[in-house]
């Protein structure tokens, strides 16, 4: 008989046994700790192994198919569809390894002497491991050595409460208790907008360990009381919350946070008026404030997130909502307070309230938390990627943590996008198999472990910065981000197209920018991912498209960090917007987005009202980009692109000055002065 377990951030869920062709599994009962007893599996059965985004069944009557196609060691091969290609191991290893390609969540195979002994699936915030038994220390397995032989506990609970805000308002919050362990234990808070009683076990493994878990409806959201307004109502809600929790009888005082993206924003908010219970935070692709990162980047209105806002104008989170069709026929609803009533057939008062606040007024300001913080330190683990598309909110987070002492701050950056360590091949751009970890969870649990019990593991002692450079494919360490070993490298923009590390002679480029036929910002809507890594060659070719391109590289260059690109521009309208694009152009004359960002010019001397430009007027405006690590290889060349529209990014600026939320539109003749007294240039911070 042959025996795999199945582990979920180290801890063993399931067990699988293999006789005489029949495969039998037991799982472990989601809130206690014994397993159930064997029983014949069937591929219907994989459907309750969703969560752990593996196929058991499949992937184990599939092992005989899986090292047949291994045999010899191919450099890739194709099994039921699925493509995989071998990958290197650690010299010492007599594994062979293959990663599976073009697919979220891949579900890598390890071999060793031509038997396959693991599979390996690497998630955000997770790694799920299936291995033979007997062969656990030669996969990531080997990373939860130290809790080998710690007490592991079931989950007690839900137990609901209506957590009262200082307004009134009652939230739901869910409590989860590790039964059997010694009350009071340090408690992790995740406030969401995406239905507490929905994926909460994915927190168990904090439970599991002897944590106490609350989970919150946020305001106006599933079951919780009051009015959904996003960003609005967080900073105070989660103040409330991290006290109620932190001097309940069943929490010793220390509260961690963790969570992701809009579970990201309520951590920062919770911790901006510095409460003394907060000890600890795990921030994962975080959402930025309204005007940095969204819904009104750069001053203007995204348009990508409307997939999004759709998903949540039910009270509980419906992301069939995001998945249409029609997206070019919706987004070019004018005025867009129709969008809802056309495409959904109702008014969407949140939404409707966003509309009404074009500018950084006191209503965007309520849920800022970068400027309503009070400075209190608390140690946080920043993690991100360069295609992340709340990017600027982990921008934030990082211009905010600057300043904190040694061992407080960890961050890692990889080669990834919002959803985060999950796949190798980002559509213009593939990743070899040491892109993608599996020890985040390690490092999450290691994080709490010492600043919320005080154990000694060291997690603070480890490099404070970790990030991924594309182009080498190396995984790198720094004391600081900005990382210590670059510099700050003008290129400026000139004649021709060029782009040089000289400022030359004085000149400009036009082109005219129609709002009926804006340029493309190249996504897939229902992926719900508007950052990706994209092929530009041929939108680059429109005529309202300006390219300025160095001559191809004699040597590598590494550039790490975000950019400043400084534009200086007139304008024959009274508003336009400006979007910039990094790009990698190699030997062929492809050229990969990397990094961009915009603004709207009646916004570049600050969010706070318009300033709208004088016919001709030649304007100073700043731009600063996402971030990346990238390595331009030799022959390849740097490009940045300056346009005015980007489809399924931005609404498209009317060039009046009623905007973006205009039924007229005047085509703009927009320019880009350079050199002498008008030097446009782009800020690169190159890698020594």
């Known amino acids: 008989m042959e025996c795999f377990t199945l582990y979920s951030s180290g801890i063993a869920e399931a067990r699988f046994f293999i006789e005489d062709g029949v495969i039998r599994h037991q799982m472990r009962e989601p809130r206690g700790l014994a397993f159930s007893e064997p029983a014949p599996m069937t591929d219907a059965d994989d459907a309750a192994y969703a969560a752990f985004k593996l196929k058991p069944f499949l992937l184990l009557s599939r092992r005989a198919a899986f090292e047949a196609a291994a045999a010899g060691a191919p450099e890739d091969f194709s099994l039921d569809g699925a493509r995989y290609a071998r990958a290197e191991t650690d010299g010492e290893s007599a594994c062979l390894y293959y990663i599976q390609r073009h697919i979220k969540f891949p579900c890598n195979a390890l071999f060793e002497d031509g038997k396959l002994i693991a599979w390996l699936c690497p998630c955000r915030e997770q790694a799920n491991l299936l291995i033979r038994d007997g062969f656990e220390d030669k996969t990531p397995l080997a990373l939860w050595r130290d809790y080998a032989n710690r007490p592991l506990y079931g989950v007690d609970g839900p137990k609901t409460y209506r957590v009262t805000t200082r307004d009134g308002v009652e939230l739901a919050t869910d409590v989860y208790l590790p039964a059997g362990a010694p009350l009071p234990v340090p408690a992790l808070l995740i406030r969401t907008p995406y239905d507490r009683d929905d994926g909460a076990e994915a927190?168990?493994?904090?439970?599991?360990?002897?944590?106490?878990?609350?989970?919150?409806?946020?305001?106006?959201?599933?079951?919780?009381?009051?009015?959904w307004l996003p960003h609005y109502y967080e900073i105070e809600d989660g103040d409330d919350t991290l006290t109620w929790v932190g001097t309940q009888n069943w929490c010793d005082g220390n509260v961690g946070t963790l969570g992701g993206s809009y579970l990201g924003y309520t951590q920062w908010c919770a911790a901006a008026l510095g409460n003394p219970y907060l000890k600890a935070m795990i921030s994962v692709v975080t959402a930025g404030t309204a005007m940095t990162d969204s819904p009104m980047h750069g001053g203007c209105l995204g348009s990508g997130g409307f997939a999004w806002m759709f998903s949540m104008t039910k009270q509980r989170y419906a992301p069939e909502r995001m998945e249409r069709d029609d997206w070019d026929e919706v987004l070019n609803i004018r005025p867009l307070e129709d969008i809802c009533p056309k495409a959904l057939g109702e008014d969407v008062p949140f939404i409707r309230k966003t509309l009404e606040h074009p500018c950084e007024d006191d209503f965007w300001l309520r849920g800022n938390w970068a400027k309503r913080r009070v400075g209190k330190t608390v140690p946080v683990l920043?993690?991100?990627?360069?295609?992340?598309?709340?990017?600027?909110?982990?921008?934030?987070?990082?211009?905010?943590?600057?300043?904190?002492?040694d061992g407080a701050r960890k961050v890692i950056l990889g080669p990834w996008q919002h959803g985060g360590n999950s796949t190798y091949d980002l559509h213009a751009l593939s990743f070899a198999a040491n892109a993608l970890r599996f020890d985040l969870d390690v490092i999450y649990q290691k994080w709490f472990d010492h600043f919320l019990r005080g154990e000694e593991n060291g997690i603070e002692r480890g490099a404070p910065v970790e990030y991924y450079t594309m182009g080498t494919g190396e995984w790198k360490t720094a004391l600081r981000w900005p990382v210590e070993n670059a510099d700050d490298t003008p290129f400026y923009f000139g004649e021709n197209g060029a782009l040089f590390p000289v400022c030359g002679r004085e000149g400009h480029d036009s082109y005219r920018y129609d709002p009926e036929n804006p340029g493309t910002h190249i996504i897939d809507m229902c992926e719900n991912e508007i950052a990706v890594p994209e092929d530009y060659t041929e939108e680059e070719k429109r005529p309202d498209y300006l390219c300025y391109t160095t001559p191809p590289l004699s040597q590598p260059l590494t550039v790490t960090g975000d950019a400043r690109v400084t534009l200086y521009i007139s304008s024959d309208a009274p508003d336009t917007d400006f979007i910039v694009r990094l790009c990698d152009v190699d030997e062929a004359g492809r050229s990969v987005k990397l990094a961009d960002g915009v603004l709207a010019a009646r916004f570049r001397g600050g969010f706070e009202k318009p300033e709208f430009l004088m016919p001709g007027a030649v304007e100073k405006i700043e731009i600063r980009t996402s971030k990346v690590s990238h390595c331009f290889l030799p022959g390849h060349r740097l490009r940045v692109s300056v346009t005015s529209g980007a489809k399924n990014l931005i609404f498209p600026n009317s060039n009046t000055k009623a905007g973006y939320n205009s039924t007229e539109t005047q085509i703009a003749l927009n320019s880009v002065w350079y050199g002498g007294g008008a030097p446009s240039r782009i800020l690169l911070r190159i890698e020594r």
């Open 203 to 227: 927190y168990f493994r904090y439970v599991r360990r002897g944590y106490a878990v609350v989970v919150q409806d946020v305001r106006g959201r599933n079951e919780s009381d009051g009015e």
């Open 382 to 405: 920043i993690q991100s990627g360069w295609f992340d598309d709340n990017g600027m909110g982990t921008t934030e987070a990082l211009d905010l943590t600057a300043a904190y002492p």
